[in-house]
Nanobody, 117 residues
C-alpha cells in the first residue's frame, strides 16, 4: 500500500548538521500532509515538523530556527534539514504521511540521529 523509507540519520557532534530524507511510495493522494516526528529513549513520540501539500509548515518550538522541512511532490519525498544540532535532538526520527481525504496515517521505520556533546 503505502511505504515510507527514511534515510540520512547518523552520529554528529553538537552544532553540526544532518539532512533526513523520506521517500513515499504506494497509493498516495495529493491532499496530504507529511511530517517528521521523533522519539527519544524513554520518551513519547513528538512532532518535529509538518508540511502541507502547498508548502505550509509548522514546527515544534524546540526546533524553530534550526530545522527546515521541505517536500518535493513530484518525487514524493520530504526532507528535514537539521542545523545547530543539540544533544537533546538525539532520537529516532520517523517520517509520517497523513492523507486528508481518508484520515489515514502512515509511518516509516525510523532513522537514528545521535548528537554528541
Amino acid at each position: 500500500q503505502v511505504q515510507l523509507v527514511e534515510s540520512g540519520g547518523g552520529l554528529v557532534q553538537a552544532g553540526g548538521s544532518l539532512r533526513l530524507s523520506c521517500l513515499a511510495s504506494g497509493s498516495i493522494f495529493k491532499l496530504n500532509v507529511m511530517g517528521w516526528y521523533r522519539q527519544a529513549p524513554g520518551k513519547e513520540r513528538e512532532l518535529v515538523a509538518i508540511i502541507g501539500r502547498v508548502g505550509s509548515t509548522n514546527y515544534a518550538d524546540s526546533v524553530k530556527g534550526r530545522f527546515t522541512i521541505s517536500r518535493d511532490n513530484a518525487e514524493n519525498t520530504v526532507y528535514l534539514q537539521m542545523n545547530s544540532l543539540k544533544p537533546e535532538d538525539t532520537a529516532v526520527y520517523y517520517c509520517n504521511l497523513h492523507i486528508g481525504v481518508s484520515g489515514d496515517n502512515y509511518w516509516g521505520q525510523g532513522t537514528q540521529v545521535t548528537v554528541s556533546s
